[in-house]
């Protein structure tokens, strides 16, 4: 058996410890700046708002109260007749999408300015279906919102928006209310384009995509107090699947509320550009 150098190892170990020591203070002294810096990077990654979004968090919250008030007042509730035929129309998009997706088949689709809309389809699955209307047009409102925090971004909703808006006058066919209130649609969207290199066109997106994203909220409130002809989403998957028509649209009118918050927020996040940046961005964007 090998002798053991004691000296050595005795060395050894003091060095050991006095490196520990010297290692504690290096780090009692650096503590002071290593917890400025941590602050720093928690103060840079944390979401913070600017001027141009609170300007547009305020028009989103204006929006709100101005939909809310004019959808429930009488007579002035019909200023908000074309856009709610348009939201309808998402709304309506969204069953047939759905049924397309789970193996169904749209006939047509047909809007009504005072029974609402209806999906004439079979096949697909209902409990996928029905519940894709409400939530269909609150998943689009969410993105448009997203998209309405910024110029380019609303450049390329409206494009999107645009090749819905012909999926749906194909389903149409021969409902002469749906094609028209598409047209119309599709004709201001194109109309901003023209102003102030679309400036516009990002308040437009926003305004449909708070009325899209809150649409469960208000309709279900009106199946509630006003009966429309045509049987609710909510009451048919209630006589289908069970619960009560009320819970149901509960519970969609929530998720609704979940999406737009989230796409309020990731529109925070993804663009914290100036107006006048936007701008900039937006004439080397396909200029007008």
């Not at 109260?65 to 009488?74: E, Q, T």
């Not at 048919?236 to 009560?244: D, I």
Request: charged share 15%; with cysteine.
């Amino acid at each position: 058996m090998a002798p053991i150098d004691i000296a050595r190892t005795l060395f050894t170990t003091e060095s050991l410890s006095g490196g520990l020591r010297h290692a504690r203070m290096a780090v009692r002294a650096a503590g002071p700046d290593l917890a400025r810096l941590s602050a720093h990077h928690l103060q840079r990654r944390a979401l913070s708002v600017n001027s141009t979004q609170k300007v547009t968090l305020g028009v989103i919250a204006a929006y709100t109260v101005i939909i809310a008030l004019l959808w429930n007042i009488p007579y002035i509730r019909w200023s908000l007749w074309p856009f709610k035929m348009l939201v309808i129309a998402f709304h309506e998009f969204g069953h047939a999408l759905a049924a397309c997706c789970t193996g169904g088949r749209v006939k047509s689709i047909s809007l009504d300015p005072r029974e609402g809309g209806v999906t004439h389809m079979y096949g697909g699955m209902s409990a996928i279906t029905l519940p894709a209307g409400y939530l269909g047009s609150s998943l689009i409102g969410a993105l448009l919102i997203f998209c309405g925090f910024n110029i380019v971004a609303s450049k390329v909703a409206s494009i999107v928006l645009g090749v819905c808006f012909l999926l749906t006058l194909w389903w149409a066919r021969r409902d002469w209310l749906t094609i028209v209130t598409v047209l119309l649609a599709v004709g201001l969207l194109v109309a901003c384009w023209f102003i102030k290199h679309a400036e516009p066109l990002r308040f437009v997106v926003l305004f449909i995509g708070v009325m899209s994203a809150l649409y469960s909220v208000w309709d279900i409130c009106d199946d509630l107090i006003l009966r429309k002809v045509n049987e609710s989403d909510a009451s048919v998957f209630a006589q289908r699947y069970g619960g009560s028509s009320q819970c149901w649209g509960v519970i969609w009118s929530i998720i609704s509320l979940i999406f737009m918050v989230g796409g309020i927020i990731a529109g925070i996040a993804a663009f914290p550009e100036t107006f006048a940046e936007q701008e900039s961005d937006s004439k080397n964007f396909i200029p007008t």
